[in-house]
């Protein structure tokens, strides 16, 4: 709820109402560009879900080796794009090692929703 109020002189507040203002629903699920892009040692994956999902993003190398899985679970829908909601990655693999330098791909799954982007991690 919203309280809209015009000022003419700093002494002077006219109340306009009030109105209840909701947010769109997402429409579908979208993954966005990893920050920072280029990154060392770490990345944020922003996401958006349109629909409650389970959700797993597989990080890939340039020959499509899987290099690490980041299961997120169970998530309701809503955007998942600031550093406290966004995936993370550490940029190592599922042994705690870290990766080379290169290009990388990470697929975001959520239901039947797959997408897929590029990053790159420079050492």
């Known amino acids: 709820m919203w309280d809209y109020r015009s000022v003419d002189e700093p002494s002077s507040v006219e109340s306009r ?4 203002v909701t947010l769109g629903q997402i429409k579908r699920t979208q993954l966005f560009q990893n920050y920072p892009n280029p990154f060392n040692p770490e990345t944020w994956i ?3 879900l349109a ?3 389970d959700v797993q993003i597989t990080i890939y ?3 499509g080796t899987v290099v690490r899985q ?4 169970h998530q309701r829908a809503g955007a998942y794009q600031t550093r406290g909601r966004a995936a993370h990655w ?3 693999n599922e042994t705690g090692e ?3 330098s290169g290009v990388y791909f ?4 959520a239901d039947n929703v797959s997408l897929l982007r590029k990053m790159v991690i420079l050492q």
Do not use: E, F
């Not at 109402?17 to 209840?20: C, D, T």
């Not at 980041?70 to 679970?73: K, M, N, Q, S, V």
């Not at 990470?106 to 799954?109: C, D, E, F, G």
């Open 98 to 100: 870290k990766v080379s």
């Open 51 to 53: 629909d409650a999902s």
């Open 17 to 20: 109402g009030k109105k209840l």
């Open 90 to 92: 550490d940029g190592t």
């Open 70 to 73: 980041l299961d997120l679970g």
């Open 46 to 48: 922003p996401y958006r």
């Open 61 to 63: 190398d340039a020959r």
């Open 106 to 109: 990470y697929q975001l799954q």
